[in-house]
C-alpha cells in the first residue's frame, strides 16, 4: 500500500479519526478536572460526539469502497449503523447527567470509556477481515467490562464486570478457535476469500457446520442470542443504569452488522449481498441454524420475562426475546430482510432506551426498582406514566407505535421470502402474544387496581422530560409521516463487495 492510498484511504476515515481526537481531548481536558467538575468531560464527550454523527451525515457513501487493504468497508450498511450507535451513545450520555448513581464519582474516564467503545463498535460494522473482526469484537467487549463494574464499590457491579469478562473471554476463546479453523481451510483471513474459496471446494459439511456452531458463540454472545445469554441478566442488574441501557441496544447492533456482513459474504453463494437473488453455500444451510437460535431467543426470553418483578431483569429478558426477533430478518437475508433488520434496531433503540431512561428515573425519584412499586405511577408521576405506557405499547408491538411497524416489517419479509419461512413468523407472532403479559403488568401496575391517589404530583426535571419526549414521539408518529426512517433503511442495504 503506498502513500497515495494511504491518504486516500484516510479521506474516508474522517467520522473515525475525529472521534479519536475527541477521546484524546477528552483524556487531557479531563486531567484538569477536580472531581467535582469532572462532568464537564461528558459535556465535551456529548459535543464532540454530535461532530463525529455529522461527520458521518455528510459521508459521502454513493459508492462503496474498501479502506485500508480492504480491512475496514465503508458501505450506506455501515453507515447507517454508525449513526444509530452513536445517536445511542449520545442519548445514554445525556441521561448519565441525571443517574444518582453517577453523582460525587470522577466521572472524566466513565465518558472516555463509552467513547472507546463506539470507536470500537465503527470498526466492528465496517470489518471484513478476521482479524478486523476480532480486534473490533474484544475492543468492544473489554470497554463493556469496565463500564459493567464502574460501581467498583457495589457487590451486584463487581459481579456483573467478573461474569461478564468470563463468559466474554469463553466465547472469545472459541470464536478465535473457528477463525483458525476457516484460515486453515481457506488460507486466507480477507471474507471475500474465504467466500471463493467454500465455494470451490470442496468441504466437508460437518467441518462447515463446526466452524459455524464456533463462529456463532462468539457473535451470538455479543447479540445475547440464546443460549449464549447467559451473562445478560445479571451483568444488566448490576451495571450503571445508563449503561445497562447502552449495552441492550448499541452492541446489539454491531454485533448484528458483522453477523449479516459476515454470513451474507462468507456463507454465501455469489459472494455479493447486494443481489436480490441471494442464497446461501449449498453445502451449509445455516438459515436453518438461525432459524432455531431466533425461536429459542425469542421463546425463552418471553417465558423467563414473565417470572421476573425487578424491572432492569425483565427489560434484559426483554431483550434476549427482541434479539430473537432480530434473527428473524437475518434468517431470510435478503434486502428486504437487512432493511428489516435495521428498521427494527433504530425502533428498539429509542423504546428500550425510553423504558430504561423511565425506569432510571423512577429509580432516582421512588428509590425502586420492583415493578410492583410502579403501583399508581401513572396518577403520581402522570408524564413518566404515560410516556413508559406508550414504551411498553411499542415494545409489545401494538398499533399505532414504531414496535408495530418493525414487527410488521419483518414478518412480512419471511412471508414474501416464501412459504419455506411462514410458520417462522408465526412462531415470531405468538411470542409477541406472549411478551404481551409482562410488558402489559407494568401498564396495570401504573393505572388499573387498588390504588391510593396521591395529593402531589411528581414531574421529572425539564431536561429529562424533553430526553424522553424525544424517544416517544417518533415511536408514536413517525410512521404516520411517510415513515423516512423505512426509506433510509431500505436505501443503506448497499455493502462494499471485494
Do not use: C
Request: no cysteine; net charge negative; charged share 10%.
Amino acid at each position: 500500500m503506498n502513500l497515495n492510498q494511504i491518504v486516500t484511504d484516510l479521506s474516508y476515515f474522517i467520522p473515525e479519526i475525529l472521534l479519536t481526537g475527541i477521546l484524546l481531548l477528552v483524556i487531557i481536558f479531563d486531567l484538569f478536572q477536580k472531581a467535582e467538575t469532572s462532568i464537564r468531560s461528558g459535556y465535551l464527550a456529548l459535543g464532540g460526539l454530535a461532530l463525529v454523527t455529522l461527520a458521518l451525515f455528510g459521508q459521502d457513501v454513493s459508492t462503496s469502497t474498501g479502506i485500508f487493504s480492504n480491512m475496514l468497508a465503508v458501505d450506506g450498511f455501515s453507515r447507517f449503523l454508525k449513526i444509530l450507535i452513536s445517536i445511542g451513545a449520545m442519548l445514554v450520555m445525556w441521561m448519565s447527567f441525571n443517574s444518582n448513581e453517577l453523582k460525587d464519582r470522577r466521572v472524566g474516564e466513565y465518558y472516555v470509556l463509552i467513547l472507546t467503545m463506539v470507536l470500537g463498535m465503527f470498526f466492528l460494522v465496517s470489518a471484513t477481515h478476521l482479524l478486523s473482526i476480532y480486534i473490533a469484537l474484544e475492543m468492544v467487549s473489554i470497554m463493556s467490562y469496565l463500564l459493567s463494574g464502574y460501581l467498583k464499590e457495589q457487590i451486584r457491579s463487581n459481579e456483573a464486570s467478573i461474569k461478564y469478562v468470563v463468559f466474554g473471554a469463553f466465547s472469545s476463546g472459541i470464536l478465535l478457535y473457528g477463525f483458525s479453523l476457516l484460515y486453515g481451510l481457506t488460507g486466507s483471513a480477507d471474507i471475500f476469500e474465504i467466500q471463493a474459496a467454500l465455494s470451490a471446494g470442496s468441504t466437508s459439511p460437518a467441518l462447515l457446520l463446526l466452524i459455524l456452531l464456533m463462529v456463532l458463540v462468539g457473535f451470538g454472545y455479543k447479540i445475547a442470542a440464546v443460549p449464549f445469554h447467559f451473562w445478560t441478566p445479571d451483568v444488566y442488574e448490576g451495571a450503571p443504569a445508563p449503561i445497562t441501557a447502552f449495552l441492550s441496544v448499541a452492541p446489539k447492533a454491531a454485533g448484528f452488522a458483522i453477523i449479516i456482513r459476515f454470513f451474507n459474504v462468507a456463507f454465501s453463494n455469489a459472494g455479493n449481498p447486494n443481489l436480490e437473488a441471494w442464497s446461501a453455500l449449498e453445502n451449509m444451510n445455516w438459515q436453518a441454524v438461525i432459524s432455531i437460535l431466533s425461536i429459542l431467543s425469542m421463546t425463552v426470553g418471553n417465558v423467563i420475562a414473565l417470572q421476573q418483578t425487578n424491572i432492569k431483569r425483565m427489560l434484559a429478558y426483554s431483550s434476549i426475546a427482541h434479539a430473537g426477533y432480530m434473527l428473524l430478518g437475518v434468517v431470510v437475508a435478503d434486502q428486504t430482510g437487512i432493511a428489516a433488520v435495521l428498521y427494527y434496531a433504530a425502533i428498539y433503540m429509542l423504546m428500550n432506551l425510553g423504558a430504561f431512561f423511565v425506569a432510571i428515573h423512577v429509580k432516582n425519584a421512588f428509590n425502586t426498582e420492583d415493578i410492583e412499586d410502579y403501583k399508581s405511577l401513572g396518577y403520581k408521576a402522570p408524564v413518566l406514566g404515560l410516556i413508559m405506557a406508550i414504551f411498553m405499547f411499542s415494545l409489545t408491538g401494538l398499533p399505532p407505535t414504531g414496535g408495530f411497524v418493525a414487527k410488521f416489517y419483518l414478518f412480512r419479509a419471511l412471508i414474501e421470502y416464501g412459504d419455506m419461512f411462514f410458520w417462522l413468523a408465526l412462531i415470531g407472532l405468538v411470542n409477541g402474544v406472549i411478551s404481551l403479559y409482562y410488558y402489559m403488568r407494568v401498564v396495570k401496575a401504573m393505572y388499573f387496581g387498588k390504588m391510593e391517589i396521591p395529593d402531589t404530583i411528581h414531574n421529572p426535571p425539564v431536561n429529562v422530560t424533553i430526553l424522553l419526549v424525544i424517544l416517544a414521539v417518533p415511536l408514536l408518529f413517525g410512521w404516520m409521516i411517510g415513515d423516512p426512517l423505512s426509506a433510509y433503511a431500505q436505501d443503506a442495504v448497499h455493502f462494499f463487495i471485494k
